[in-house]
């Protein structure tokens, strides 16, 4: 007897038909399929959402890094300096301009408490207490290191708490301090000279008057020879007040020039050889002149500026009483050029150097020491420079220094 098949087994045998088994199987397989194609495009959807964002975020990366190096930039190139303080008294900014103007690299002071490295009162204010109660100062001055800082503060509340704290922005103001007080000199000098032209304007009129009569009594008293003397002396003395009203009028009258493009080399040439056929000029003096090959163009009124150049030519030659070397030199300085008038003279000491400029400063018997400054005028109304060097007993340079273009 063959071992007997279980029954549950014969009825599931009597009931199994492969066909629906296979129909069933695929489409289970179809459903399969169709999940696994939806997963696939999800997933390519995925990626390629994944590549935008990766996209985006590298633009945004890129967006960032331009804009940090801009500001750094920025930073960098402000000829102020900048630093920043935070809550702490942490130095977590400074910048180029400052550490040159506080003369420290940022690598020795950055992310330091600042009264570590610095004076509390480094910026003329206690750093701790202005950090304490949030203090900011509009304008500020302080010597530092032999310099003038002007220095304004911000107190920052905005953002989150490790970026509060103190800007402080300064800068080297010795410079326009020293201009400043040039500018004050100069506008004190203008009135000085503008009274000084009224005073002389209102002396000379009874000046005229009085060597008028003073020559008439002169005429009439020619049998009295000591009172005629006696006239002799006021109309010598109105003389000597004429030359002198004559010098300040001229010191206060202002310099006009019309200025035309001139070549430097030939007008220069023009203006030694004007020199040396002065019979005044002396044999004993040695005239020299250096000229570049290439033709220097500048705007020029050449009549002033001969009028300012023969100044500094009859004070070198004055300056060499025994005779010596009188060079006038042309340079071209990028876009300025230079004339030199130098002498082999006797030159002259510092407290002689810092009157030079000042009007009527003389050490001449019969000097109006106006010479130069008119010429000064004269250089400056051309939007130049004039300036001198000397040695005493071994001679003096003067330099004029013009803009070629304007
Ligand atoms: P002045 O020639 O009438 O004295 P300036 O204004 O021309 O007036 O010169 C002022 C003073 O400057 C001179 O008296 C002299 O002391 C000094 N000085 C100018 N040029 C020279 C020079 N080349 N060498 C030495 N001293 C000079
Ligand atoms: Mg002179």
Redesign the pocket.
């Known amino acids: 007897m063959p071992e007997s098949i279980p029954s549950e087994l014969m009825q599931a045998k009597s009931s199994f038909h492969p066909e629906e088994a296979v129909r069933h199987l695929t489409r289970a397989f179809a459903l399969f399929s169709e999940e696994a194609a939806h997963l696939k495009s999800a997933y390519v959807k995925l990626q390629e959402k994944l590549l935008s964002v990766n996209q985006e975020l590298a633009q945004k990366v890129t967006e960032l890094n331009r804009l940090t190096s801009y500001l750094n930039n920025v930073l960098k190139n402000v000829s102020q300096g900048i630093l920043f303080v935070n809550l702490d008294g942490t130095l977590t900014v400074m910048n180029e301009a400052a550490q040159k103007l506080l003369k420290v690299s940022q690598e020795a002071v950055l992310f330091k408490k600042m009264w570590d490295v610095f004076p509390d009162d480094l910026f003329g204010f206690p750093m701790k207490e202005a950090l304490k109660f949030g203090l900011s100062h509009k304008l500020l001055y302080k010597s530092y290191e032999g310099k003038e800082f002007e220095i304004s503060t911000t107190f920052v509340y905005e953002g989150p708490k490790p970026y509060h704290g103190l800007i402080v922005l300064f800068r080297d103001v010795s410079e326009t301090q020293k201009l400043q007080l040039i500018v004050n000199r100069a506008h004190r000098m203008k009135e000085l000279g503008e009274m000084a032209a009224t005073l002389a304007h209102e002396i000379r009129n009874p000046l005229g008057g009085i060597r008028g009569y003073a020559s008439l009594l002169y005429r009439d008293l020619k049998s009295q020879e000591h009172l005629q003397e006696m006239a002799g002396y006021v109309i010598e003395g109105t003389k000597n007040l004429e030359k002198l009203v004559t010098t300040v009028l001229q010191y206060a009258r202002p310099v006009q020039v019309q200025p035309s493009s001139v070549e430097l080399g030939s007008f220069l040439r023009g203006v030694a050889k004007f020199v040396k056929v002065d019979p005044a000029f002396p044999d004993s003096v040695k005239l020299q002149l250096h000229i570049p090959f290439d033709p220097l163009l500048a705007p020029i009124d050449p009549e002033m500026l001969k009028a300012a150049l023969l ?1 500094l030519i009859f ?2 030659i ?2 060499m009483p025994n005779g010596g070397a009188l060079s006038l030199v042309l340079m071209k300085r990028e876009a300025s050029c230079l004339i030199e008038v130098s ?1 082999t ?4 000491d510092e407290e ?1 150097m810092a009157k ?1 400029f000042s009007p009527f ?4 018997a019969q ?7 008119e010429a000064q005028k004269i250089v400056q109304a051309h939007f130049g420079s004039i300036e001198a060097r ?1 040695q005493p007993g071994r001679g ?1 340079t ?1 330099t004029i220094t013009l803009p070629l273009k304007r």
Request: aromatic share 8%.
């Open positions: 100044n004070n070198a004055q300056a002498d003279g006797i030159g002259m002689q030079l400063f003389t050490t001449k000097g109006t020491g106006i010479g130069l400054v000397s003096t003067f």
